[in-house]
Nanobody, 119 residues
Framework: QTQLVESGGGLVQPGGSLRLSCTAS????????IGWFRQAPGKEREGVSCISGSDGSTYYADSVKGRFTISRDNAKNTVYLQMNSLKADDTAVYYCAARPPFGRSFTYWGQGTQVTVSS
């Protein structure tokens, strides 16, 4: 079965850190571009970060630049999102998605993991 599974969400205090994981089953992530997205209540889904499957280049939304780091471990078929200096505005459901090589859209999506930043 082809799927993505996120993990690592939870409740953290402002200024704290979390590391989200996105693990694939049924296919190999190696050459896929992986994106992290989030959606807060009452807001549209937004792109947070992505890592290219071709050259490993990365992208970050301005709101998370300098605080979040995306990385991949091909041996574990997993992509990570390290989130530091978390703020209340980072509270959302976080999703990972995979775009195949030469693909135009993210084909596979995970079920999401809740991140809540609150004191």
């Amino acid at each position: 079965q082809t799927q993505l599974v996120e993990s690592g969400g939870g409740l953290v205090q402002p200024g704290g850190s979390l590391r989200l994981s996105c693990t694939a089953s049924g296919f190999t992530l190696n050459y896929y571009t992986i994106g992290w997205f989030r959606q807060a209540p009452g807001k549209e889904r937004e792109g947070v970060s992505c890592i290219s499957g071709s050259d490993g280049s990365t992208y970050y939304a301005d709101s998370v630049k300098g605080r979040f780091t995306i990385s991949r471990d091909n041996a574990k078929n997993t992509v990570y999102l390290q989130m530091n200096s978390l703020k209340a505005d980072d509270t959302a459901v976080y999703y990972c998605a995979a775009r195949p090589p030469f693909g135009r859209s993210f084909t596979y999506w995970g079920q999401g993991t809740q991140v809540t930043v609150s004191s």
